[in-house]
């Protein structure tokens, strides 16, 4: 008889998966209201489902897998038609576990319309009518930026639509933001003209147009025409400083993209630079929950970002191996033949790639800490034993310096993500110089949970402690005297990552890999960290009262009161006589002998 309804389903799951034929097609995956929750291809449909319910997974995996109520295929004649068919299935219906770019911003572009007397402005709608496209830009400060010069330099119509003819110019005219070739004040050749170099400003071209405005300028000069001269000489100077702004830059003239992924749990985040005339012009970031490998994300990732609207460039180099047959027939079904794809290994391209892998690793952070790590916290429970899911844990851990400035931390960690606002610290007072982390421990725990109980705070579901069995017992004692028996608590060991638990002789361990285990280094490495801080501090400031207090007059009360009120050893030392005497309230005689001491510490350095 079957366990539960869990083994049923995933019983039945593979069952149906070593139903699939050993051909090349697409697998549907789709959650108990019948959405599409995943698209995948495969060489071999059945051995890769099955695979999916076979061995150890990772947690990208088990998440999908609880998710899945029933499995569909379409076979098709070869592994590229499964690659066009997964990719067309994935537009049309987003599935959630899928690379999805509607996760990515929609940034602005300027656009140059295919009119007579073309218009240019910002949009981030893509009209295919003969328009240009410059962008994307997701810094939308480069837009303002280029636009702002563009109006300023080359003043072009701002009325939208086809142009229609006036009788008198409008306002923008009048103000020098307009050439009004409605009433006929410019020519076509001429607004052609001013047309082209906006393109070179928009594509990177600079050198060329500085060069163009330049000879304008000393012909200018030449012929005396000083207010002209100086209006060029002004937007010289407009195109340097926007040239300038940007901040990465090489003398590559090719269009480069630098394409990158990187996973943190189940998130995976993608990131592009693009690099066009030398100059890095743009960022973008993606981010998704997926449970494929790196280079099937980047493949699958590479497949929707370009498009008949968005072509890649010259050169695409990749963070990550990819099926680069797959991908070139596909680019070559699109026309796309002279886009060439590289994994650099070492030199400037393997540089901007690392920056690029930055980029998507400290998102795909930041998304993994934004949300709830609920399937980690799934398997700790497991593991662990214990009854609710700990979505509240805190962490203590001790630290000293030879038996001096003893102090306890306590780390707070909600949905696997630190809880900075609950961290508390303990200064521990029944040792009296001895070492004994045991007591300690005892100490710590018992003002915290005293606490907890006497204000009714919210209790922790689990507790950690830096430590093993001793540290662990001492935490038991507490708990147990107060009557918190129902708190989960265990001890984590730095060596070998071993775990403690309570009424077993033995250790537990886990796989490296283990997310479950993260959790819990996680919050032994925070509480390690904060406890170190905080004795750190402590010894700072030791180190700065003892100097004080070996100036006859001044105890240790008078010491820490001085550094107060100075805000340091600094500002104490270039106080005045007056101020130590009238603000500190200091006896003249202790006042002499501070500035005494700061003066011949002055001198001493002097020398």
């Not at 076979?54 to 592994?79: C, H, M, P, W, Y």
Request: with cysteine.
């Amino acid at each position: 008889m079957k366990e539960n309804g869990e083994d049923e389903r995933l019983i039945d799951l593979k069952e149906r998966a070593a139903e699939f034929p050993h051909s090349p097609g697409v697998y549907i995956m789709r959650d108990s209201f019948s959405r599409v929750i995943y698209v995948g291809k495969a060489v071999d449909l059945r051995k890769r489902v099955s695979s999916y319910f076979i061995g150890v997974k990772d947690i990208k995996t088990r998440f999908l897998v609880q998710r899945i109520s029933s499995l569909e295929f379409i076979v098709t004649a070869n592994e590229y038609e499964a690659l066009v068919l997964e990719n067309n299935l994935i537009k049309q219906w987003t599935p959630r576990y899928n690379v999805n770019l509607k996760d990515g911003k929609s940034y602005p572009v300027i656009r140059i319309t295919a009119d007579e007397f073309p218009r240019v402005f910002r949009t981030r709608r893509i009209v295919r009518d003969g328009s240009e496209y410059f962008g994307p830009y997701p810094d939308t400060r480069s837009v303002d930026r280029y636009l702002e010069l563009i109006e300023r330099l080359f003043p072009l119509r701002k009325c939208k639509g086809k142009l229609k003819k006036r009788d008198t110019p409008c306002l923008y005219y009048h103000i020098g933001r307009c050439k009004a070739p409605c009433v006929g004040k410019i020519s076509r050749e001429d607004y052609a003209k001013e047309v082209d170099r906006v393109r070179k400003l928009l594509s990177g071209a600079t050198e060329e147009l500085i060069a163009e405005l330049k000879g304008e300028m000393e012909q200018a000069a030449a012929e005396l025409k000083f207010e002209k001269a100086a209006s060029l000489r002004d937007s010289i100077a407009a195109v340097v400083s926007v040239e300038e702004g940007q901040q990465v830059q090489d003398f590559q003239e090719e269009a480069r993209d630098y394409l990158a992924v990187a996973t943190a749990g189940r998130f995976a985040s993608f990131a592009v630079l693009q690099m066009r005339g030398g100059k890095l012009v743009g960022r973008e970031l993606y981010g998704n929950v997926s449970p494929q490998d790196e280079g099937e994300l980047l493949l699958d990732f590479l497949l929707q970002y370009y498009t008949l609207d968005h072509r890649p460039p010259e050169m695409l180099y990749l963070s990550h191996q990819v099926n680069t047959a797959l991908l070139g027939e596909f680019f070559a079904a699109q026309g796309w033949v002279e886009t060439a794809v590289e994994v650099p290994a070492e030199g400037r391209h393997r540089s901007i790639v690392r920056m690029a892998e930055e980029n998507a690793s400290m998102d795909a952070l930041k998304r993994q800490k934004a949300t709830a790590n609920l399937p980690a916290l799934e398997e700790l429970r497991i593991v662990l034993g214990l009854t609710v899911l700990p979505r509240r844990i805190e962490g203590f851990d001790i630290a000293h310096l030879a038996g001096k400035h003893t102090v306890a931390s306590l780390v707070s960690f909600y949905n696997g993500n630190p809880d900075k606002r609950n961290y508390r610290s303990f200064n521990i007072r029944s040792l009296k110089g001895e070492i004994d982390d045991f007591q300690a421990m005892r100490e710590a725990l018992a003002r915290r949970y005293t606490r907890v109980l006497n204000e009714g705070l919210p209790r922790p579901d689990l507790v950690v402690i830096d430590g093993g069995k001793g540290q662990l017992n001492a935490a038991l004692e507490i708990l147990t005297g107060l009557g918190l028996d129902e708190i989960g608590v265990i001890g984590l060991a730095k060596k070998n990552e071993e775990i403690f638990l309570p009424d077993r002789s033995d250790p537990v361990s886990l796989p490296e890999t283990a997310e479950a285990l993260k959790v819990l280094q996680a919050v032994r490495d925070e509480s390690h960290r904060f406890a170190t801080s905080l004795s750190r501090r402590q010894r700072t400031s030791d180190i700065r009262l003892g100097r004080l207090t070996g100036i006859p007059g001044i105890g240790e009360r008078r010491a820490a009161a001085l550094i107060k009120e100075f805000g340091g050893i600094d500002g104490l030392a270039s106080a005045s006589y007056d101020e130590l005497r009238d603000k500190a309230r200091l006896p003249e005689a202790v006042a002499e002998r501070v500035i005494a001491e700061f003066s011949a510490k002055k001198q001493d350095k002097g020398d």
